[in-house]
């Protein structure tokens, strides 16, 4: 029987201000990549984004971005290996002092937005951010898309790492996401997002946006939390799953 881990970003609220839907959402995933305080969120939403976390016995991995809370992470940043590697400790630590309060192992780090994908085609990046939690612990799982640099850089680092796959999101031929920017880059019918992920987990294939088929690996799907129909595209894809025999399980397992 197939297995795969069905992750979500959360803990983006920050403030006064509400994303997402985190508490009815979670039901339906077993990993969350929780914000750290540089893209979003705050010490207050991380706390209490970790007690819902272990109150549905999820996977929590931390979720570091570059320090652009008004671009919600999403923006290019001039930065250099140096100064991602001290960014992802930083914030890993911020969020492992919450899961170690409330008694909840850390067991996964997934960049975020400009970064998860600026490391994703840039090897030095990729590998500064290997490094950070290779040295923060060796047990942590990187989590990075399927094909990309960072999967190789955690090859050569000797750091565990799951290959992640997005539900709603279209891609290039070479295996990256299509920016946001691009038309086309979001897959906005939920049974084509839904028929994709099967056929990624089943197959190891997706069509691009060029129409060509390309081959994938997926150990991790990520389904967003903030969209309008978010929480309705979660329970389907969760039902989707269930009937074709595949199982979710956090990364923990799926990489034991």
């Known amino acids: 029987m197939n ?14 201000y509400t994303i997402g839907m985190d508490e009815q959402v979670i039901p339906y995933i077993s990993s969350a990549n929780i914000a750290c305080g540089y893209h979003a969120s705050d010490p207050v939403v991380m706390q209490k984004t970790i007690k819902l976390a272990k109150e549905n016995g999820i996977g929590v991995g931390a979720h570091p971005g570059f320090p652009d809370l008004m671009g919600f992470g999403r923006r290019n940043m001039n930065v250099s290996p140096s100064e ?21 192992p850390l067991s996964h780090v997934k960049p ?13 990046l990729a590998k500064a951010i290997c490094e950070g939690i290779l040295e923060f612990d060796s047990d942590l799982i990187l989590m990075a898309l399927s094909g990309s640099e960072m999967m190789n850089a955690a ?9 992640e796959v997005f539900a709603d999101r279209a891609y ?64 389907k894809i969760r039902t989707a799953l269930k009937t074709a025999e595949i199982r979710v399980l956090p990364l923990s397992v799926i990489l034991s």
């Open 84 to 104: 991602v590697k001290a960014y992802v400790q930083y914030q890993i630590g911020a969020l492992y002092a919450f899961c170690k309060a409330a008694h909840l």
């Open 155 to 163: 090859k050569d680092t000797g750091l565990k790492a799951a290959k």
């Open 172 to 235: 290039e031929e070479d295996g990256s996401l299509v920016a946001r920017s691009k038309p086309g880059a979001m897959i906005t019918d939920e049974d084509t997002a839904i028929q994709r992920v099967i056929r990624m987990i089943q197959e190891g294939k997706v069509t691009a946006v060029t129409g060509k088929d390309i081959s994938i690996e997926a150990d991790s799907v990520c389904v967003h939390g903030d969209g309008a129909k978010a929480l309705e595209f979660v329970k």
């Open 3 to 16: 297995q795969v881990d069905l992750n979500c970003d959360l803990g983006e609220s920050f403030g006064a």
């Open 112 to 124: 975020h937005g400009a970064l998860y994908n600026m490391a994703g085609k840039d090897y030095k």
